[in-house]
C-alpha cells in the first residue's frame, strides 16, 4: 500500500506482525500530517515492531523530527518496537546539529547494526 501527497510519500508494508514505512521526499510542517495519519491508521496492538525506512527521504525539518518522535511516542502506545533504518547523511546530520536526543539511541542503533 502507498500512501502519496506529493511531495512526499509512505510506502507500507506488512511484515510478520511488524510495519515497514519508507518515507520518501520532502518531511516537513506540509507533509508531517500525511505521516502521522498514515501511522494511527496502521497501529494496532499486536504489532511487534514498527520500522520507519528513511533512505528516500530527502529532507525533513524540525518539524518533521519532531514527528517521527511523536511516531515512537505513538509505537510505544501499542507496545511494539520502535526501529530507524537507513537514514541518508543529510537526515543523520539534521538530527545531530538539531540534537534530538530523543532519536539518538535510534539513530546509534541504526548505524550499529549498519556497520555489522
Avoid at 14 to 29: K, M, Q, V
Avoid at 80 to 98: K, W
Avoid at 99 to 107: H, I, R, T
Wanted: aromatic share 4%; charged share 20%; proline share 3%.
Amino acid at each position: 500500500m502507498v500512501l502519496h501527497d506529493s511531495p512526499f510519500s509512505v510506502n507500507v508494508v506488512h511484515e510478520n506482525g511488524s510495519l515497514l514505512l519508507a518515507l520518501a521526499g520532502e518531511l516537513d510542517i506540509a507533509t508531517v500530517p500525511v505521516l502521522l495519519e498514515a501511522v494511527d491508521e496502521l497501529l494496532r496492538p499486536h504489532l511487534q515492531a514498527v520500522t520507519l525506512d528513511l533512505a528516500a527521504l530527502e529532507f525533513v525539518d524540525v518539524t518533521g523530527l519532531w514527528s517521527l518522535v511523536d511516531v515512537k511516542e505513538m509505537v510505544a502506545g501499542v507496545q511494539a518496537e520502535f526501529r530507524l533504518r537507513s537514514p541518508t547523511d543529510r537526515t543523520l546530520r539534521v538530527i545531530r546539529m538539531a540534537g534530538f536526543v530523543e532519536l539518538k539511541a535510534d539513530v546509534e542503533a541504526t548505524l550499529i547494526s549498519s556497520e555489522a
